[in-house]
Nanobody, 125 residues
């Protein structure tokens, strides 16, 4: 089970950190992903982080502004969002997929087996 939190209303240029807490004892065996869905749009990939945190990958729209990290001891993954823009307004979802490889990451939503409930981030101009 995944529980995302940290959303809210921010101003353009501000920063925000989202958290996603996972239940279970094998969190370190899961690749984690972040996706978002803006009103009237399809869900889109934001970022992903490998099991150990050693590999990350981001969409072009957030590269250089957003950072994925994780604390396996706390069963938590984070999405640090800096220099927020109004177009970042969306419901943000965390996702998880088991992997036997330390180097894997996934960018397709269909690759993930588990999803959190989403947390809304609204960026005002």
């Amino acid at each position: 089970q995944l529980q995302a939190s940290g959303g809210g209303l921010v101003q353009a240029g501000d920063f925000r950190r989202l958290s996603c807490a996972a239940s279970g004892r094998t969190f370190s065996s899961y690749v984690m992903g972040w996706f978002r869905q803006a009103p009237g749009k399809e869900r889109e990939f934001v970022g992903t982080i490998s099991r150990s945190g050693g590999r990350t990958y981001y969409s072009e729209s957030v590269k250089g502004r957003f950072t994925c990290s994780r604390e396996n001891a706390k069963n938590t993954v984070y999405l640090q969002m800096d220099s927020l823009k109004p177009e970042d307004t969306a419901v943000y979802f965390c996702s998880a997929r088991y992997s036997g490889s330390f180097s894997d990451y996934f960018v397709e939503s269909s690759s993930y087996d588990y999803w959190g409930q989403g947390t809304l981030v609204t960026v005002s101009s």
